[in-house]
């Protein structure tokens, strides 16, 4: 019960963040970013795609927590598609995937100190559960291909992609943190 409070107070602490007229601005930079970075990524094969389009989205995640973080995700992923439709037709279980994701920064970077465990650890989950399981079942769905090759050529990405994407993140942590309490005095 105390972990359903817990999470519960995060929630409602991260959702006030997005009352401050300055927080709001930023998420709003924050999102065209994630717009601009998910208009970057290059599709290596129709089932894999890189790109940097999640760094914005850990970054709302360590600043504002994980509701700001899951609408940059979701709104990120259904403008980047406007944007550039790399991939094929519109499919809403990547946006479901982009607002999953940043829950789950908002809920291991928000107010916490950051060490390479908690982000390795952080990463781990999302290749897991998102890059691996959901995705693949995206792909499945909208291209017919066998599960299992398309979960190995995703494999593959998130084995090359993890020590950057983590990399990624440790070196933009320093300079959020110190741009939230920046923006904390000039309230």
Not at 26 to 35: D, E, H, K
């Amino acid at each position: 019960m105390n972990i359903i409070r817990k999470t519960g107070q995060i929630l409602k602490n991260s959702a006030r963040e997005l009352k401050n007229l300055l927080s709001l601005t930023f998420c709003g930079l924050l999102l065209a970013i994630r717009t601009i970075l998910g208009y970057l990524t290059v599709l290596v094969v129709p089932t894999v795609k890189l790109g940097f389009a999640f760094a914005p989205t850990a970054v709302a995640g360590i600043m504002y927590g994980p509701v700001p973080a899951a609408l940059i995700g979701g709104l990120g992923d259904i403008l980047s598609y406007v944007f550039n439709p790399v991939g094929g037709s519109y499919f809403p279980g990547f946006t479901l995937n982009g607002i999953i994701i940043g829950m789950i920064y908002g809920f291991f970077f928000y107010n916490k100190k950051l060490t390479l465990l908690r982000v390795i650890i952080c990463e781990v989950i999302i290749i897991v559960f998102v890059e691996l399981l959901l995705s693949s079942l995206w792909l499945v769905i909208m291209f017919g291909n066998a599960y299992i090759a398309v979960l190995a050529s995703r494999l593959l990405k998130a084995v090359i992609m993890l020590p950057i994407d983590v990399s990624v993140i440790m070196l933009f942590y320093k300079p959020a943190v110190a741009l939230k309490k920046h923006s904390l005095t000039r309230r």
